[in-house]
Protein backbone atom coordinates (compact mmCIF):
# COMPACT_ATOMS: atom_id res chain seq x y z
CA UNK A 1 0.00 0.00 0.00
CA UNK A 2 1.76 3.25 -0.85
CA UNK A 3 1.41 6.61 1.21
CA UNK A 4 -0.90 8.00 -1.14
CA UNK A 5 -3.16 5.04 -1.41
CA UNK A 6 -3.55 5.44 2.83
CA UNK A 7 -4.43 8.76 2.70
CA UNK A 8 -7.23 8.37 0.35
CA UNK A 9 -8.60 6.21 2.54
CA UNK A 10 -8.66 8.11 5.44
CA UNK A 11 -9.62 10.96 3.44
CA UNK A 12 -12.57 9.33 2.60
CA UNK A 13 -13.62 8.58 6.09
CA UNK A 14 -12.78 11.72 7.27
CA UNK A 15 -15.18 13.83 3.95
CA UNK A 16 -17.87 10.42 5.36
CA UNK A 17 -17.87 12.22 8.99
CA UNK A 18 -17.74 16.11 7.82
CA UNK A 19 -21.00 15.10 5.49
CA UNK A 20 -22.61 14.25 8.65
CA UNK A 21 -21.99 16.96 10.82
CA UNK A 22 -22.78 19.47 7.74
CA UNK A 23 -26.04 17.73 7.78
CA UNK A 24 -26.47 17.61 11.44
CA UNK A 25 -25.48 22.21 11.10
CA UNK A 26 -27.80 22.41 8.44
CA UNK A 27 -30.66 20.91 10.55
CA UNK A 28 -29.93 23.09 13.14
CA UNK A 29 -30.09 26.06 11.02
CA UNK A 30 -33.31 25.16 9.00
CA UNK A 31 -35.22 24.41 11.17
CA UNK A 32 -38.85 25.52 9.21
CA UNK A 33 -39.67 28.98 11.32
CA UNK A 34 -42.70 28.69 10.04
CA UNK A 35 -43.68 25.39 12.51
CA UNK A 36 -45.47 26.64 16.02
CA UNK A 37 -43.30 25.61 18.62
CA UNK A 38 -41.70 27.80 20.96
CA UNK A 39 -38.71 30.26 20.33
CA UNK A 40 -35.78 29.26 19.62
CA UNK A 41 -33.14 28.93 22.37
CA UNK A 42 -30.61 31.40 22.45
CA UNK A 43 -27.35 30.60 23.44
CA UNK A 44 -25.54 32.94 26.16
CA UNK A 45 -22.02 34.62 24.67
CA UNK A 46 -20.35 32.12 27.37
CA UNK A 47 -21.53 29.06 26.05
CA UNK A 48 -20.75 29.74 22.22
CA UNK A 49 -17.17 31.37 23.92
CA UNK A 50 -16.70 28.03 25.61
CA UNK A 51 -17.27 26.20 22.39
CA UNK A 52 -15.18 28.16 19.93
CA UNK A 53 -12.12 27.13 22.59
CA UNK A 54 -12.83 23.51 22.69
CA UNK A 55 -12.70 23.41 18.75
CA UNK A 56 -9.58 25.68 18.70
CA UNK A 57 -8.12 22.95 21.52
CA UNK A 58 -9.27 20.08 19.68
CA UNK A 59 -7.45 21.67 16.52
CA UNK A 60 -4.72 22.61 18.03
CA UNK A 61 -4.35 19.20 19.35
CA UNK A 62 -4.98 17.69 16.03
CA UNK A 63 -2.44 19.87 14.24
CA UNK A 64 0.22 19.12 17.03
CA UNK A 65 0.30 15.59 16.09
CA UNK A 66 -0.23 15.90 12.52
CA UNK A 67 3.84 15.73 12.19
CA UNK A 68 3.98 12.97 14.17
CA UNK A 69 1.59 10.18 12.66
CA UNK A 70 2.95 11.41 9.26
CA UNK A 71 5.95 10.38 10.12
CA UNK A 72 4.95 7.02 11.70
CA UNK A 73 3.06 6.82 9.18
CA UNK A 74 5.88 6.74 6.46
CA UNK A 75 7.72 4.47 8.71
CA UNK A 76 4.85 1.80 8.83
CA UNK A 77 4.63 2.11 4.78
CA UNK A 78 8.07 1.63 4.67
CA UNK A 79 7.95 -1.35 6.95
CA UNK A 80 5.37 -2.48 4.93
CA UNK A 81 7.09 -2.17 1.36
CA UNK A 82 10.15 -4.01 2.92
CA UNK A 83 7.60 -6.94 3.65
CA UNK A 84 6.65 -6.92 -0.11
CA UNK A 85 10.22 -6.90 -1.14
CA UNK A 86 10.98 -9.58 1.54
CA UNK A 87 8.05 -11.57 0.25
CA UNK A 88 9.58 -11.86 -3.24
CA UNK A 89 12.82 -12.72 -1.92
CA UNK A 90 11.24 -16.10 -0.45
CA UNK A 91 9.60 -16.95 -3.71
CA UNK A 92 12.65 -16.16 -5.67
CA UNK A 93 14.09 -18.67 -2.91
CA UNK A 94 11.58 -21.24 -2.64
CA UNK A 95 11.97 -21.59 -6.75
CA UNK A 96 15.22 -22.52 -6.65
CA UNK A 97 14.03 -25.08 -3.65
CA UNK A 98 11.56 -26.07 -5.73
CA UNK A 99 14.44 -27.05 -8.90
CA UNK A 100 16.64 -28.01 -6.40
CA UNK A 101 14.19 -30.55 -4.81
CA UNK A 102 14.03 -32.16 -8.19
CA UNK A 103 16.90 -32.26 -8.85
CA UNK A 104 17.44 -34.39 -5.01
CA UNK A 105 14.92 -36.76 -5.88
CA UNK A 106 15.93 -37.74 -9.85
CA UNK A 107 19.43 -38.54 -7.71
CA UNK A 108 17.90 -40.21 -5.13
CA UNK A 109 15.93 -42.45 -8.44
CA UNK A 110 19.63 -42.87 -9.27
CA UNK A 111 20.79 -43.87 -6.47
CA UNK A 112 17.95 -46.40 -5.77
CA UNK A 113 18.36 -48.18 -9.52
CA UNK A 114 22.62 -48.65 -8.52
CA UNK A 115 21.75 -50.28 -5.28
CA UNK A 116 19.20 -52.45 -6.66
CA UNK A 117 21.51 -53.31 -9.46
CA UNK A 118 23.93 -54.19 -6.73
CA UNK A 119 21.71 -56.77 -5.05
CA UNK A 120 20.89 -58.31 -8.23
CA UNK A 121 24.65 -58.84 -8.64
CA UNK A 122 25.63 -59.80 -4.94
CA UNK A 123 22.78 -62.73 -5.84
CA UNK A 124 24.32 -63.61 -9.38
CA UNK A 125 27.69 -64.28 -7.26
CA UNK A 126 25.43 -66.43 -4.82
CA UNK A 127 23.87 -68.53 -7.24
CA UNK A 128 27.23 -68.86 -9.29
CA UNK A 129 28.92 -69.94 -5.38
CA UNK A 130 25.67 -72.13 -5.56
CA UNK A 131 25.96 -73.97 -8.81
CA UNK A 132 29.84 -74.30 -8.68
CA UNK A 133 29.26 -75.92 -5.39
CA UNK A 134 26.66 -78.51 -6.53
CA UNK A 135 28.67 -79.30 -9.58
CA UNK A 136 31.70 -80.04 -7.55
CA UNK A 137 33.93 -76.95 -9.58
CA UNK A 138 34.46 -75.69 -5.90
CA UNK A 139 37.46 -78.46 -4.88
CA UNK A 140 40.73 -78.13 -6.18
CA UNK A 141 41.35 -78.23 -9.38
CA UNK A 142 43.70 -81.00 -9.34
CA UNK A 143 41.70 -83.22 -6.91
CA UNK A 144 38.59 -82.83 -9.08
CA UNK A 145 40.70 -84.11 -12.41
CA UNK A 146 42.21 -86.81 -10.19
CA UNK A 147 38.46 -87.80 -8.54
CA UNK A 148 37.27 -88.24 -12.35
CA UNK A 149 35.54 -91.59 -13.24
CA UNK A 150 37.02 -92.18 -16.86
CA UNK A 151 38.65 -90.17 -19.60
CA UNK A 152 35.67 -88.51 -20.74
CA UNK A 153 35.05 -87.46 -17.35
CA UNK A 154 38.08 -86.15 -17.07
CA UNK A 155 38.28 -83.85 -20.49
CA UNK A 156 34.25 -82.52 -18.77
CA UNK A 157 35.74 -81.57 -15.46
CA UNK A 158 38.62 -79.90 -17.34
CA UNK A 159 36.72 -77.86 -19.52
CA UNK A 160 33.73 -77.15 -16.81
CA UNK A 161 36.86 -75.91 -13.91
CA UNK A 162 38.16 -73.77 -17.01
CA UNK A 163 34.70 -71.96 -17.62
CA UNK A 164 33.66 -71.44 -14.10
CA UNK A 165 37.23 -69.66 -13.53
CA UNK A 166 36.72 -67.57 -16.44
CA UNK A 167 32.99 -66.64 -15.55
CA UNK A 168 33.77 -66.10 -11.56
CA UNK A 169 36.29 -63.37 -12.93
CA UNK A 170 33.91 -61.77 -14.96
CA UNK A 171 31.26 -62.18 -11.94
CA UNK A 172 33.48 -60.57 -9.46
CA UNK A 173 34.58 -57.72 -12.14
CA UNK A 174 30.89 -56.65 -12.71
CA UNK A 175 29.78 -56.75 -8.84
CA UNK A 176 33.03 -54.62 -7.73
CA UNK A 177 32.11 -52.34 -10.61
CA UNK A 178 28.34 -52.27 -9.20
CA UNK A 179 29.48 -51.54 -5.83
CA UNK A 180 31.51 -48.18 -6.75
CA UNK A 181 28.47 -47.10 -8.93
CA UNK A 182 26.03 -47.86 -5.82
CA UNK A 183 28.32 -45.78 -3.83
CA UNK A 184 28.74 -42.85 -6.44
CA UNK A 185 25.22 -42.53 -6.82
CA UNK A 186 24.47 -42.49 -3.21
CA UNK A 187 26.96 -40.02 -2.57
CA UNK A 188 25.44 -37.43 -4.72
CA UNK A 189 22.04 -37.98 -3.96
CA UNK A 190 23.03 -37.07 -0.25
CA UNK A 191 24.55 -33.93 -1.49
CA UNK A 192 21.59 -32.90 -3.78
CA UNK A 193 19.42 -32.95 -0.88
CA UNK A 194 21.68 -31.77 1.90
CA UNK A 195 21.60 -28.39 -0.75
CA UNK A 196 18.00 -28.66 -1.18
CA UNK A 197 17.29 -29.22 2.34
CA UNK A 198 19.62 -25.73 3.19
CA UNK A 199 17.93 -23.64 0.29
CA UNK A 200 14.61 -24.68 2.05
CA UNK A 201 15.86 -23.43 5.30
CA UNK A 202 16.57 -20.10 3.69
CA UNK A 203 13.34 -20.14 2.03
CA UNK A 204 11.61 -20.65 5.38
CA UNK A 205 14.08 -17.49 7.19
CA UNK A 206 12.98 -15.12 4.32
CA UNK A 207 9.57 -15.97 4.86
CA UNK A 208 9.16 -15.68 8.36
CA UNK A 209 11.22 -12.30 8.01
CA UNK A 210 8.86 -11.14 5.81
CA UNK A 211 5.79 -12.42 7.86
CA UNK A 212 7.20 -10.51 10.52
CA UNK A 213 8.10 -7.52 8.87
CA UNK A 214 4.31 -7.17 7.16
CA UNK A 215 2.65 -7.86 10.66
CA UNK A 216 4.41 -5.29 11.89
CA UNK A 217 3.32 -2.68 9.42
CA UNK A 218 -0.15 -3.41 9.92
CA UNK A 219 -0.44 -3.42 13.61
CA UNK A 220 1.68 -0.09 12.91
CA UNK A 221 -0.94 1.36 10.54
CA UNK A 222 -3.86 -0.09 12.77
CA UNK A 223 -2.62 2.03 15.93
CA UNK A 224 -2.08 5.39 13.79
CA UNK A 225 -5.54 5.02 11.91
CA UNK A 226 -6.91 4.62 15.92
CA UNK A 227 -4.61 7.57 17.35
CA UNK A 228 -5.69 9.89 14.47
CA UNK A 229 -9.45 8.68 14.61
CA UNK A 230 -9.34 9.68 18.09
CA UNK A 231 -8.15 12.95 17.42
CA UNK A 232 -10.79 13.63 14.67
CA UNK A 233 -13.91 12.31 16.40
CA UNK A 234 -12.53 14.79 19.51
CA UNK A 235 -12.27 17.46 16.56
CA UNK A 236 -15.50 16.72 14.96
CA UNK A 237 -17.40 16.61 18.52
CA UNK A 238 -16.26 20.03 19.13
CA UNK A 239 -17.27 21.30 15.93
CA UNK A 240 -20.74 19.86 15.93
CA UNK A 241 -21.52 21.34 19.46
CA UNK A 242 -20.18 24.75 17.92
CA UNK A 243 -22.11 24.64 14.84
CA UNK A 244 -25.12 23.87 16.49
CA UNK A 245 -24.84 26.22 19.14
CA UNK A 246 -24.16 28.90 16.12
CA UNK A 247 -27.14 27.44 14.33
CA UNK A 248 -29.45 28.01 17.75
CA UNK A 249 -28.36 31.46 17.47
CA UNK A 250 -29.11 32.23 13.97
CA UNK A 251 -32.22 30.84 14.23
CA UNK A 252 -32.92 32.98 17.17
CA UNK A 253 -31.93 36.00 15.86
CA UNK A 254 -33.64 35.77 12.62
CA UNK A 255 -37.35 34.44 14.53
CA UNK A 256 -36.45 37.64 16.82
CA UNK A 257 -36.07 39.70 13.43
CA UNK A 258 -39.51 38.34 12.10
CA UNK A 259 -40.97 39.24 14.94
CA UNK A 260 -40.33 42.68 15.00
CA UNK A 261 -41.04 43.01 11.10
CA UNK A 262 -44.65 41.45 11.79
CA UNK A 263 -44.91 44.27 14.28
CA UNK A 264 -44.54 47.07 11.35
CA UNK A 265 -45.43 45.02 8.35
CA UNK A 266 -48.04 42.39 7.67
CA UNK A 267 -45.74 40.77 5.08
CA UNK A 268 -42.60 39.32 6.62
CA UNK A 269 -39.05 40.17 4.46
CA UNK A 270 -38.28 36.59 2.92
CA UNK A 271 -35.05 35.44 3.77
CA UNK A 272 -32.66 35.47 1.46
CA UNK A 273 -31.35 32.51 -0.54
CA UNK A 274 -28.43 30.55 0.87
CA UNK A 275 -25.92 30.12 -1.99
CA UNK A 276 -24.84 26.59 -3.51
CA UNK A 277 -20.71 26.24 -3.19
CA UNK A 278 -19.18 26.45 -6.12
CA UNK A 279 -18.65 22.82 -7.68
CA UNK A 280 -14.55 21.83 -8.13
CA UNK A 281 -12.72 21.75 -11.52
CA UNK A 282 -12.18 18.71 -12.70
CA UNK A 283 -8.37 18.20 -13.00
CA UNK A 284 -6.84 16.79 -16.20
CA UNK A 285 -5.33 13.69 -16.30
CA UNK A 286 -1.31 13.23 -15.60
CA UNK A 287 0.68 12.02 -18.33
CA UNK A 288 4.53 10.38 -17.76
CA UNK A 289 10.37 6.81 -22.54
CA UNK A 290 10.36 3.55 -24.16
CA UNK A 291 11.16 0.81 -26.40
CA UNK A 292 7.80 -1.49 -27.04
CA UNK A 293 6.83 -2.24 -29.77
CA UNK A 294 2.43 -2.55 -30.66
CA UNK A 295 0.34 -4.68 -28.41
CA UNK A 296 -1.17 -7.39 -29.48
CA UNK A 297 -4.88 -6.87 -29.59
CA UNK A 298 -6.14 -10.01 -29.30
CA UNK A 299 -4.02 -11.01 -26.04
CA UNK A 300 -4.15 -7.70 -24.45
CA UNK A 301 -8.42 -8.59 -24.72
CA UNK A 302 -8.08 -11.74 -23.81
CA UNK A 303 -5.97 -10.78 -20.63
CA UNK A 304 -7.79 -7.64 -19.57
CA UNK A 305 -11.06 -9.61 -19.71
CA UNK A 306 -9.55 -12.24 -18.00
CA UNK A 307 -8.50 -9.67 -15.17
CA UNK A 308 -12.37 -8.35 -14.95
CA UNK A 309 -13.78 -11.88 -14.18
CA UNK A 310 -11.81 -11.19 -10.59
CA UNK A 311 -13.49 -8.01 -10.20
CA UNK A 312 -14.25 -7.87 -6.16
CA UNK A 313 -11.68 -10.61 -5.42
CA UNK A 314 -10.00 -10.37 -2.19
CA UNK A 315 -6.36 -8.89 -1.78
CA UNK A 316 -4.73 -11.65 -0.67
CA UNK A 317 -0.40 -10.96 0.40
CA UNK A 318 1.16 -13.87 -1.65
CA UNK A 319 -2.14 -15.18 -3.24
CA UNK A 320 -2.95 -16.30 -6.57
CA UNK A 321 -1.26 -16.66 -9.78
CA UNK A 322 -1.54 -18.66 -13.27
CA UNK A 323 -4.51 -21.16 -12.37
CA UNK A 324 -5.94 -18.17 -10.44
CA UNK A 325 -6.69 -17.02 -6.96
CA UNK A 326 -5.79 -19.08 -3.40
CA UNK A 327 -4.93 -18.96 -0.54
CA UNK A 328 -2.16 -16.45 0.74
CA UNK A 329 0.49 -16.72 3.06
CA UNK A 330 0.57 -15.96 6.75
CA UNK A 331 -0.97 -13.51 8.15
CA UNK A 332 -3.61 -14.07 4.71
CA UNK A 333 -3.96 -17.57 5.08
CA UNK A 334 -7.37 -17.41 5.71
CA UNK A 335 -7.71 -15.20 2.85
CA UNK A 336 -8.83 -16.39 -0.49
CA UNK A 337 -7.81 -13.94 -3.27
CA UNK A 338 -4.87 -12.73 -5.26
CA UNK A 339 -1.57 -10.12 -4.90
CA UNK A 340 -1.16 -7.14 -7.20
CA UNK A 341 0.98 -9.62 -9.10
CA UNK A 342 -1.14 -12.87 -8.67
CA UNK A 343 -3.85 -10.72 -10.41
CA UNK A 344 -1.51 -10.02 -13.48
CA UNK A 345 0.07 -13.31 -13.64
CA UNK A 346 -3.28 -14.64 -14.15
CA UNK A 347 -4.89 -11.97 -16.45
CA UNK A 348 -1.80 -13.37 -19.17
CA UNK A 349 -1.90 -16.57 -18.23
CA UNK A 350 -5.44 -17.07 -19.86
CA UNK A 351 -3.84 -15.23 -23.13
CA UNK A 352 -0.78 -17.86 -23.21
CA UNK A 353 1.76 -15.40 -21.97
CA UNK A 354 3.99 -16.57 -19.15
CA UNK A 355 4.95 -12.88 -17.45
CA UNK A 356 6.97 -14.28 -14.45
CA UNK A 357 5.44 -14.97 -10.60
CA UNK A 358 6.43 -11.46 -8.88
CA UNK A 359 6.60 -7.34 -9.51
CA UNK A 360 10.21 -7.71 -10.23
CA UNK A 361 10.35 -10.45 -11.98
CA UNK A 362 7.40 -9.15 -14.31
CA UNK A 363 9.11 -5.92 -15.18
CA UNK A 364 13.08 -7.56 -15.34
CA UNK A 365 11.71 -10.27 -17.96
CA UNK A 366 9.55 -7.34 -19.82
CA UNK A 367 12.46 -4.88 -19.39
CA UNK A 368 12.93 -4.64 -23.00
CA UNK A 369 9.73 -3.78 -24.16
CA UNK A 370 9.50 -0.22 -21.69
CA UNK A 371 6.98 2.12 -22.54
CA UNK A 372 6.75 5.61 -21.76
CA UNK A 373 4.15 7.45 -19.90
CA UNK A 374 3.19 9.18 -22.86
CA UNK A 375 2.42 6.09 -24.98
CA UNK A 376 0.41 3.66 -22.63
CA UNK A 377 -1.74 1.05 -24.06
CA UNK A 378 -4.23 -1.12 -22.85
CA UNK A 379 -2.77 -4.02 -21.64
CA UNK A 380 0.56 -2.45 -20.40
CA UNK A 381 1.91 -3.36 -17.04
CA UNK A 382 2.34 -0.77 -14.46
CA UNK A 383 4.66 -0.61 -11.64
CA UNK A 384 5.93 1.38 -8.66
CA UNK A 385 8.99 1.05 -6.53
CA UNK A 386 10.85 3.06 -4.16
CA UNK A 387 14.28 3.59 -6.29
CA UNK A 388 13.64 3.68 -10.08
CA UNK A 389 17.67 2.74 -10.60
CA UNK A 390 16.72 -0.31 -8.54
CA UNK A 391 14.17 -2.92 -10.18
CA UNK A 392 14.92 -5.19 -7.03
CA UNK A 393 12.42 -2.20 -4.87
CA UNK A 394 9.34 -2.76 -7.27
CA UNK A 395 6.53 -3.82 -4.87
CA UNK A 396 3.78 -3.42 -7.16
CA UNK A 397 2.09 -3.78 -10.17
CA UNK A 398 -1.20 -3.37 -12.03
CA UNK A 399 -2.43 -3.76 -15.65
CA UNK A 400 -3.32 -0.59 -17.51
CA UNK A 401 -6.86 0.01 -18.96
CA UNK A 402 -6.89 2.76 -21.39
CA UNK A 403 -8.23 6.05 -20.88
CA UNK A 404 -6.17 6.71 -17.32
CA UNK A 405 -7.64 3.88 -15.75
CA UNK A 406 -6.25 0.69 -14.55
CA UNK A 407 -7.20 -2.70 -12.61
CA UNK A 408 -5.05 -4.16 -9.73
CA UNK A 409 -4.90 -6.10 -6.16
CA UNK A 410 -4.73 -2.94 -4.45
CA UNK A 411 -3.50 -3.78 -0.80
CA UNK A 412 -4.93 -6.00 2.19
CA UNK A 413 -8.60 -5.13 3.11
CA UNK A 414 -9.18 -4.63 -0.01
CA UNK A 415 -10.54 -6.53 -3.11
CA UNK A 416 -9.45 -6.61 -7.34
CA UNK A 417 -11.04 -3.03 -8.34
CA UNK A 418 -10.79 -0.56 -11.33
CA UNK A 419 -8.77 2.87 -10.73
CA UNK A 420 -6.92 5.65 -11.72
CA UNK A 421 -3.42 5.01 -13.15
CA UNK A 422 -1.52 7.00 -10.54
CA UNK A 423 1.58 7.35 -12.91
CA UNK A 424 2.37 10.77 -11.64
CA UNK A 425 3.42 9.04 -8.15
CA UNK A 426 6.88 9.77 -7.20
CA UNK A 427 6.92 6.03 -7.02
CA UNK A 428 6.16 5.24 -9.72
CA UNK A 429 8.43 2.98 -11.56
CA UNK A 430 7.98 3.01 -15.11
CA UNK A 431 5.42 0.55 -17.33
CA UNK A 432 6.43 -3.13 -19.88
CA UNK A 433 4.18 -4.31 -23.07
CA UNK A 434 4.42 -7.98 -22.74
CA UNK A 435 2.56 -8.08 -25.81
CA UNK A 436 4.81 -6.15 -28.11
Not at 50 to 76: C, M, P, S
Not at 374 to 379: A, E, R, S, V, W
Not at 388 to 411: F, W
Request: proline share 5%.
Amino acid sequence: MSTQDGTHRRGARWVHRMIGVGAVAVIGLVAAPGIAVAAPRNPSDAQLTQAQQAKADAAARVGAITDQLTQARAAADASHQAALIALQDYEDKQAAYETARATADAASAVAAAAAADLVEGRNDVVAFARTSYMQGTTAPGMAALLSAGGPAEFVERAALLDAAGVHRTDVLTELTVLQVQADAADAVAKETVEAATAIQAQAADLLAHAQTQEVSARAQADAIDAEEDGLRAELQQAEQTLYALEGARTAAQQQAARQAASATQRTPTPAPPVASPPRPAPQAPSSGGGTAGAPSASAVQTAIAAARTQLGVAYSWGGGGSNGPSYGISPDTQVFGFDCSGLTQYAYAQAGIAIGGTSRDQWWLNRRKQVATGDLKPGDLLFWGGDRNDYMSITHVALYLGNGQMIEAPDRGKHVTIASARTASSTYFGAVRPTA
